[in-house]
């Protein structure tokens, strides 16, 4: 019998939290303080929380920094053996302006808005379950994500580029429905989606620009469009099952076609300069119908056998497989000259893994395995001048797994630790992993109640063709909670290090000459967080995260913050912050940002 | 005849007792256990799993009230995760969440369900990005790079992307768009294509072949300092690696030729021109 109604606690149905604050933020370097940080000052709903939960009926709000440029918003709702059903909203602001950023004039001193964005999306999700605690359960769910906004992109032509206002918009609508069935020893899902997807830029400028590159080039104006629409139908299944005790398994097989129409248009006028003939012009017209189709199958298998009771054999096959092909006839209207294009990328991946883990005892866990990957890529052709570069693109891979669990003193202790080893083979790209080793071992002491102490311990080492990549990561992280059981003072500290270098060479094309290309990134980052309770009902927060990297780019990004926390009885609290942000590498700018704002709780029990 | 049946029925009902008495056998039902923990009856009312009761998982409970004993019941802290996760999957199996369990890095590397979920609080979910930040700290500390996303101000979440339950085999990331897209089109809409033209890296490998995910000290999460580096690791004299070396006009000594984005402007893909440029 179920615990809740014998138990008969009384259970109010509403509960929840509201906080409203109103942020100040003082800075200097805006657009780069929005590149990086981009909160809003003024009032706003930092976050809310409600709850009802009747004896059939549950239904949940949640939101959470509603005026910021980056907000949601929450609501699931159910009603026993009836439906289950969310909703979701969320907005998101995508800014960047670094002057420093893809300019080709920087070493020159010359700091040019060459690009720069200012986008917003909306994104809309609807998931409707209908007899959730049923054998077959319908579903439908509705996604549309939409954005757009206004930047300035790098228009590329006539020998010169010139930074060009855009206006920027795309749209994503993605509608799935379908039965998922369950019994005890099985379950499936069969869904049928269809998805619809725009994309557009319009650049419209009437004033005269300069070029970048060529002081006597000009445009004077400009139209230029993309515009991009497509649509799909994908299948998808699932199935996985216990026939028996000791086996299992699942897997799911996927077909999807996505095709795209795309239009685009050129009017420009200026002075411009042919880069093979070097003749001069004054009008470029161009114009371009093109599509592409993405067919694709992807799946999946994997079994499970446990031969015995602390021992299991795991294996697993992936399968994936797609082709992109496409037209675009460009036509250039001036000269009438049809420059007819192809594109093909088409790939064939399959991978089987075959793993083992065992149980020693109480206190070990130990695995192994091996993994083969075979795949072929057929890429774009290479429209450049070295005949060495291949159009085509092997992977061959074999790898060893390892790893290890180890949990001592009644689970006080637990060290996982995983092993990968690959000694070797093809790789499409040089920044793929070829002759490679990883590790990760992190444990967890629990020393008492009150002090907890994480590590962790991450290797990368790759050598791909005599260019080598290498990460080296260490992280340690204490908790402390000094007090009667966490309720007067607790400390949390923390200290990462990363260690990265790539070294790769390449030949100069205009002189042959092997050249190294260097990077290497040392990075210290510290967080410490401090929580105490002065006395009833005052508490105050502090703490923050310093980032300090070393090597190419050198970086500094300081975050400290304080926060106090006054209760005035056990529902309404008020609530003041402060936060630091300091960045300093070629870009920097420093804001304090300073909200204030007021918590109310109602109901019996606030929400989580 | 009558009483035929009549026995008959007797016989049936008595064994469905016996048989009840059976399953029953050693039990004592969630009311006494409440009597101790309060804490947890307190809690577990508004709680998912309140349509079983506590020996459903903690196995039969006299012994224990008998012997006041917990090593007579059935406990799961400190445990090897298979067994907690067994324990779980025994009704759990059914749920689509689970579907890809077994390519889980979490179930591989022995993460129980217990470790992220609480079974007797009223939220189930503990997943918050704090909670997936106090094991995966060295990722956490990667978001307080000044470029990445915005997960200190709440713009995203660790599941946004990541399924912890399992994903494709060795991809810890969601797929979205009924399992082809990955996650980060479900915001970077415009990089999704089929393009007519495709940067062949961003479909064969994933986005993380030139962008840190997490966070990084570049400017748009590269994970390179600057642009050049980055493309020069691919197009660049490798044989039998994809990916061509510049053109000779490329004098790669000039600032202007290692800012290679500011004339291919469209590295992802474009709708337009084969080599990016519009």
């Not at chain 1, 933020?25 to 805006?30: D, Q």
């Not at chain 1, 808005?113 to 986008?119: A, E, H, I, K, T």
């Not at chain 1, 795949?375 to 005949?387: G, I, M, R, V």
């Not at chain 2, 022995?110 to 930040?133: E, K």
Request: hydrophobic share 30%.
């Amino acid at each position: 019998m179920a615990l809740a109604p014998m138990l008969g606690l009384a259970q109010e149905p509403f509960s929840g939290e509201v906080d409203l604050r109103n942020r100040l933020v003082f800075r200097n370097e805006y657009p780069v303080f929005r590149s990086i940080v981009n909160l809003n000052r003024g009032p706003r709903l930092f976050g809310i929380q409600s709850r009802y939960e009747g004896d059939k009926d549950k239904i949940s709000l949640t939101g959470n920094s509603l005026g910021d440029p980056n907000s949601m918003v929450r609501i699931d709702a159910r009603r026993s053996e009836v439906y289950e059903a969310t909703f979701s909203y969320r907005t998101i602001a995508y800014f960047n302006n670094l002057p420093s950023y893809g300019n080709p004039l920087l070493a020159q001193g010359v700091s040019t808005s060459q690009r720069f964005l200012d986008l917003s999306r909306r994104q809309y999700d609807f998931d409707l379950r209908l007899r959730p605690d049923s054998r077959v359960i319908p579903f439908v769910n509705v996604l549309r994500t939409a954005g757009g906004g206004n930047g300035i992109t790098p228009f590329v032509g006539s020998g010169d580029e010139f930074p060009v206002p855009a206006r920027l918009q795309d749209s994503l609508t993605t509608v799935r429905g379908g039965v998922e069935l369950r019994s005890q020893k099985w379950f499936g899902n069969v869904e049928q989606g269809w998805t619809n997807y725009t994309d557009q830029q319009d650049l419209d400028n009437t004033s005269r620009l300069q070029g970048n590159r060529i002081d006597n080039l000009v445009l004077d104006r400009i139209r230029e469009r993309y515009h991009a629409e497509g649509t799909g139908w994908f299948t998808r299944s699932v199935v996985q099952g216990h026939p028996f005790e000791r086996l299992s398994f699942t897997g799911h097989l996927i077909y999807s076609r996505p095709k795209m129409e795309t239009s685009y248009s050129l009017d420009a006028q200026g002075v411009f300069r042919d880069p093979n003939t070097l003749r001069p012009y004054t009008s470029l017209l161009e114009s371009s119908f093109a599509n592409a189709s993405q067919p694709r199958t992807s799946g999946a298998w994997t079994t499970e056998y446990r031969p015995w009771k602390r021992w299991r054999a795991r294996h697993t096959w992936v399968s994936d497989m797609y082709r992109i092909s496409s037209a675009s006839p460009t036509t250039a209207v001036l000269t009438q000259q049809v420059d007819p294009a192809r594109g093909i990328l088409e790939l064939q991946y399959h991978q089987s893994e075959a793993e083992m883990t065992g149980e020693f005892g109480k206190h070990l866990t130990v695995r192994g395995g091996h993994r083969y990957i075979h795949s072929n890529a057929e890429l774009p052709p290479a429209n450049l001048t070295f005949p060495e570069s291949t159009n085509r693109a092997q992977i061959r891979r074999h790898a060893g797994l390892g790893g290890a669990t180890l949990t001592l003193w009644k689970g006080r202790w637990q060290t996982h630790g995983s092993y990968e080893w690959s000694p070797g083979g093809r790789t499409y790209f040089r920044m793929g992993l070829l002759n490679y080793r990883k590790a990760h071992v992190l444990t967890r002491l629990r020393v008492s109640d009150r002090l907890r102490i994480t590590a962790s311990q991450r290797e990368l080492q790759n050598d791909n063709m005599g260019d080598t990549a290498s990460n080296h990561i260490t992280t340690v992280n204490a908790e402390w909670t000094p007090g009667a059981a966490g309720q007067r003072v607790t400390l949390v500290g923390g200290y990462a290090r990363e260690y990265m270098i790539s070294r790769a060479t390449f030949a100069n094309p205009t002189n042959l000459q092997i050249q190294p290309a260097l990077f290497d990134d040392r990075l210290n980052h510290f967080n410490g967080y401090a929580d105490v309770r002065l006395r009833r009902g005052v508490q105050w927060q502090a703490g923050g995260a310093l980032s300090h990297s070393e090597g190419s780019r050198p970086t500094r990004f300081y975050t400290p913050q304080s926060q106090l926390v006054v209760a005035s009885n056990s529902r309404v609290s008020g609530v003041m912050e402060w936060r630091w942000y300091r960045y300093r590498a070629v870009d920097e700018f420093r804001a304090h940002t300073v909200s204030m704002g007021i918590r109310v709780r109602f109901g019996a029990r606030a929400a989580n | 005849m009558p009483n035929r049946c009549l026995i008959a029925a007797v016989g049936v009902w008595l064994f469905g007792l016996g048989a009840v008495g059976w399953a029953q056998k050693g039990r004592v039902g969630s009311e006494r256990c409440a009597v101790c923990h309060v804490k947890q009856a307190e809690t577990f009312p508004k709680n998912p799993h309140k349509k079983a009761d506590c020996e459903s998982c903690h196995g039969p409970g006299l012994a224990h009230v008998e012997a006041l004993n917990p090593d007579q019941l059935k406990l799961f802290h400190g445990s090897q995760p298979n067994q907690v996760n067994d324990s779980c999957l025994t009704c759990h199996v059914q749920d689509h969440r689970q579907e890809r369990r077994f390519e889980s890095a979490h179930s591989r590397n022995g993460v129980a369900c217990n470790s992220c979920h609480r079974v007797h609080s009223p939220d189930v979910r503990r997943t918050n990005d704090a909670l997936c930040a106090s094991c995966h700290r060295d990722i956490r500390a990667t978001f307080e790079r000044p470029f990445g996303h915005k997960l200190a101000q709440g713009a995203i979440h660790c599941t946004d992307c990541h399924e912890p339950h399992g994903s494709q085999p060795n991809s810890p990331l969601r797929i979205s768009g009924g399992g082809h897209d990955l996650p980060c089109f479900k915001c970077h809409t415009d990089k999704r294509g089929p393009f007519p033209f495709e940067h062949a890296p961003m479909r064969t490998q994933l986005c993380s072949t030139c962008h840190d995910l997490h966070g990084s000290a570049n400017p748009r999460m590269l994970a390179r300092h600057n642009v050049s580096q980055l493309c020069l690791e691919c197009h660049s004299f490798s044989p039998g690696v994809a990916g061509g070396s510049p053109p000779a006009f490329h004098d790669l000594r000039i600032e202007r030729y290692r800012q290679c984005t500011v004339c291919h402007v469209k590295i992802h893909g474009s709708y337009a021109h084969r080599d990016f440029l519009r």
